[in-house]
């Protein structure tokens, strides 16, 4: 099995998990959908390239190890938007606003969850490996992006290179460089459990129609004081 290799770490990571309302909450491990987000921002994907994405993303397998555990808060944002603020983007062109007067009559408020000082260290494969984009096209992007990366949440930049390598392993565990400081680990279902591993995963999302999309049976181990 080939393996790519992702280190996902910086001073502010959020690894989204299903918001309510207001309140944008996190996961402790990466979503499929935020990797697919990823690379396909550093393959110069669009939001329009729907039937891309959703490949991608059915694609990919992976397996996600915390090696730096970080600290969770919440910001508070509020914000008072006028119709002709614009914003910045990736592409280097500013976004404009939509909608009506009465929009803009009101501040913003929402509260965001990061976690700061984590790292997350990925390995990730393909499903139908000689398809493009392969995992060295993968790499290649990931060094050479279409556009600036984020993780998760455009405030969170990473520390570092996101590419690690690419190698060779019997299986995605085996994969990962060994960690003196990892807790836990998200694996995909399948291997052999011990009690109270299986976990329902929401991390799918329908690029069709841009909504959530979908559970899936993960396992979460504690590997700390270990090496796998």
Request: charged letters at 25%; proline letters at 7%.
């Amino acid at each position: 099995m080939r393996c790519l290799i992702l280190v996902l770490a910086g001073p502010l990571l959020a690894f989204g998990a299903e918001a309510v309302d207001s309140r944008g909450v996190v996961s402790d491990f990466p979503a499929t959908s935020m990797l697919t987000g990823l690379l396909a921002n550093a393959l110069g994907y669009r939001r329009t390239d729907r039937e891309k994405l959703a490949r991608l993303q059915a694609r990919l397998r992976f397996l996600a190890r915390i090696d730096r555990e970080g600290s969770r808060f919440t910001d508070f944002q509020t914000a008072q938007l006028g119709k002709d603020d614009q914003g910045w983007t990736t592409s280097g062109v500013p976004e404009g606003r939509d909608g009506g007067a009465a929009t803009y009559q009101s501040p913003h408020i929402r509260r965001r969850d990061y976690d700061a000082d984590k790292q997350v260290t990925v390995a990730l494969t393909l499903s139908a490996p000689d398809e493009w984009p392969t995992l060295d096209d993968l790499g290649t992007a990931l060094r050479h992006p279409a556009r600036p990366l984020f993780l998760g949440r455009k405030p969170c930049l990473p520390e570092r290179q996101i590419f690690e390598a690419i190698v060779e392993a019997d299986d995605l565990a085996s994969a990962l460089p060994p960690s003196e400081t990892a807790t836990r680990m998200l694996l995909p279902d399948g291997e052999e459990l011990k009690p109270g591993e299986r976990r329902r995963f929401s991390d799918h999302r329908n690029w069709i129609s841009g909504v959530h999309g979908g559970q899936r049976n993960v396992l979460i181990r504690d590997v700390s004081g270990s090496a796998p």
